[in-house]
């Protein structure tokens, strides 16, 4: 087979469209059609190096963490967003305006919160806007943001029409708007989008680190309507050894019959002491300490089975705090 054969049984067999593809390459999706179609009058070889290359890449794939286990930060986050569902049913039903219901979910930093808020909007029986807010989001910026999460047009529009083509959209649905990182937010900005909720009966999520509950239980006067519209105040605390236990066992599942069940234990105590309650270490370790175990010289000693010394030597390669 051809490695232009290769590619269109790739696309077919992923699901993935050649527009993609061709941005993973770093060329223009023009260029590969042509490719494709043998009408490319350019470097032709130098592109079919590009698509071996990228097809190589993609053979092996990392094993991720899925965190649809039930942890208990998964539970507190599900928790607070279905209280925000219920209020937005029932204005949706009743089509009620009024004061906007906030749930306000903080935490320290890379415990998993992202991930819950994720695996919620993923099944989330009506809509919702996930967007990520940053240091330097305006008003403006995130009035855009969540026009493109409704895949909205905003190419040359003024910010009050985009606005208001949002709102007219959302009003008397049951959508939650879910912003992560919320901490990152002036005061004014949050209350823009607490102003659509107010205007449209939908749900509002702010998700952040603790300093985004410092900041709106604050006394001072811009946090004022914000405070006051907290329907739920949901604190997350870091990953316990029964949540990792939960992680380790769905990760290894598809060879989880094969480890002796002591070792297994031994193996997640000492992953417990080193991650310190966080996901995002969770993730980096799992993931490099299932890389090692599964070299060649390494797989046929052990059969790609993670092993105490392969989480430590893991460890020895991650920078943890």
């Given at each position: 087979?051809?490695?232009?054969?290769?590619?269109?049984?790739?696309?077919?067999?992923?699901?993935?469209?050649?527009?993609?593809?061709?941005k993973g390459m770093g060329i223009g999706s023009s260029t590969l059609s042509e490719v494709r179609k043998g009408t490319y009058s350019g470097d032709r070889e130098a592109i079919l190096n590009k698509i071996e290359s990228y097809l190589e890449r993609h053979k092996e794939q990392m094993r991720r963490i899925d965190f649809v286990a039930e942890t208990q930060v998964k539970k507190k986050v599900f928790h607070a967003i279905n209280?925000?569902?219920?209020?937005?049913?029932?204005?949706?039903?009743?089509?009620?305006?009024?004061?906007?219901?906030?749930?306000?979910?903080?935490?320290?930093?890379?415990?998993?919160?992202?991930?819950?808020?994720?695996?919620?909007?993923?099944?989330?029986?009506?809509?919702?806007?996930?967007?990520?807010?940053?240091?330097?989001?305006?008003?403006?910026?995130?009035?855009?943001?969540?026009?493109?999460?409704?895949?909205?047009?905003?190419?040359?529009?003024?910010?009050?029409?985009?606005?208001?083509?949002?709102?007219?959209?959302?009003?008397?649905?049951?959508?939650?708007?879910?912003?992560?990182?919320?901490?990152?937010?002036?005061?004014?900005?949050?209350?823009?989008?607490?102003?659509?909720?107010?205007?449209?009966?939908?749900?509002?999520?702010?998700?952040?680190?603790?300093?985004?509950?410092?900041?709106?239980?604050?006394?001072?006067?811009?946090?004022e309507y914000l405070s006051s519209r907290a329907a739920v105040w949901m604190?997350?605390?870091?990953?316990?050894?029964?949540?990792?236990?939960?992680?380790v066992r769905r990760f290894i599942k598809p060879e989880l019959e094969l480890y002796k069940e002591e070792e297994l234990r031994g193996i997640i105590s000492y992953i417990n002491i080193v991650v310190k309650g966080s996901a995002r270490i969770l993730e980096n370790l799992l993931g490099m300490a299932y890389s090692i175990a599964t070299e060649p010289e390494n797989f046929s000693k052990t059969g790609g089975l993670l092993t105490l010394s392969y989480i430590k030597?893991?460890?020895s390669m991650l920078v943890i705090i």
């Open positions: 087979m051809d490695i232009i054969q290769e590619l269109e049984r790739f696309s077919e067999e992923k699901q993935i469209s050649f527009s993609k593809i061709a209280m925000i569902k219920k209020y937005v049913a029932s204005n949706a039903r009743n089509e009620i305006l009024g004061s906007a219901k906030i749930a306000y979910i903080t935490g320290r930093a890379g415990i998993g919160k992202t991930y819950a808020l994720r695996e919620y909007v993923k099944n989330y029986g009506a809509k919702s806007i996930f967007i990520t807010a940053e240091n330097s989001d305006t008003a403006n910026i995130i009035i855009r943001k969540i026009a493109l999460a409704m895949k909205k047009d905003i190419d040359r529009r003024r910010i009050e029409e985009i606005k208001e083509e949002i709102k007219t959209t959302l009003k008397f649905t049951e959508t939650i708007i879910i912003v992560d990182e919320s901490e990152h937010l002036k005061p004014k900005v949050i209350d823009i989008v607490r102003a659509i909720a107010d205007q449209t009966g939908i749900g509002l999520v702010f998700a952040g680190t603790e300093k985004l509950r410092t900041q709106i239980l604050s006394q001072r006067a811009e946090y604190g997350v605390s870091e990953l316990k050894i029964g949540d990792i236990d939960l992680i030597a893991a460890e």
